[in-house]
């Protein structure tokens, strides 16, 4: 079910932790993959494809590149992300900018151009990485929330759009992961990313917070036919701890 020999899939923030460990995966079950990021040089990938998510010309033409690259398009993952701390009242223009078009109008850029590609193939199948933070928000990180929240909607929107289209689009939430966003975070505040990193699993029933292969684990499984009913679904991943 998780066999993916013949399929391929452009997945975005491949140099990240989450990214990285999507593309290693569906890799080793035989999918051709296509990664974006600013720098994916030493990336083991069939295409690489990389810009600035920013850049409205690059997202509008990934999915295009994509399978051009690779002959189809079959499975895209909408993992690239950016966090940004603080309240509203401490938000400036250029965090707005960035965690909007980072988060929410590079993955409506990219699904938009994926989709009709896909349709025209008989289908195809979208992960959108949301955030636990985006079905219920934590303190001090309003924009982040919100950007993550849009996304968990807009595929709960695309999923009933499309899904006639024989296109499955679907979210993961996960709760904390164990990657350079987490671990610059703490370490921008001061703190030892291991040390915080332990501390921060005791607070998980499951006693760890997540790897990225965790996470990637879900995305395969949704990218799967596995998972051929699951349409516009936002899957927590959390260990058992739900952001209150
Ligand atoms: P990461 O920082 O390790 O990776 C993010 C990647 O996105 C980076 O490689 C970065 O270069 C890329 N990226 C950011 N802005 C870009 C731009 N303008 N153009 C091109 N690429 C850009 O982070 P991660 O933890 O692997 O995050 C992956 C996804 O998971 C994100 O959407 C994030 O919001 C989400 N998430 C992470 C956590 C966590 O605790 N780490 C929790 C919930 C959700």
């Not at 195809?124 to 990485?129: L, P, Q």
């Not at 993550?148 to 695309?158: D, G, V």
Request: aromatic fraction near 4%; glycine fraction near 12%.
């Amino acid at each position: 079910m998780m066999e993916f020999a013949g399929k391929t899939a452009l997945v975005t923030g491949a140099a990240g932790g989450i990214g990285a460990a999507v593309v290693r995966a569906l890799r080793a079950q035989g999918a051709r993959v296509a990664v974006a990021d600013r720098d994916t040089a030493g990336i083991e990938a069939e295409a690489h494809l990389d810009g600035n998510l920013l850049d409205a010309g690059y997202a509008d033409g990934l999915a295009a590149a994509a399978a051009r690259a690779l002959g189809r398009l079959d499975i895209v993952v909408n993992n690239a992300g950016v966090i940004t701390r603080g309240t509203v009242t401490e938000t400036g223009d250029d965090d707005w900018d960035l965690s909007v078009g980072v988060n929410v109008q590079a993955p409506f850029r990219i699904s938009r151009a994926a989709i009709p590609i896909m349709a025209g193939q008989g289908g195809g199948a979208i992960i959108n990485v949301a955030s636990c933070w985006g079905l219920r928000p934590g303190p001090g990180h309003a924009v982040y929330c919100m950007t993550k929240a849009a996304i968990a909607s807009l595929t709960q929107c695309m999923g009933m759009d499309h899904a006639h289209q024989g296109i499955r689009i679907n979210a993961v939430a996960p709760n904390e992961v164990n990657t350079p966003m987490l671990r610059t975070g703490f370490a921008r505040r001061g703190f030892d990313p291991d040390t915080a990193v332990a501390e921060l699993g005791r607070t998980v029933p499951l006693g760890r917070i997540a790897e990225p292969e965790d996470i990637a684990d879900v995305i395969l499984f949704l990218a799967s036919d596995a998972a051929r009913y699951m349409v516009g679904a936002v899957v927590e991943v959390n260990g058992g701890k739900p952001v209150k």
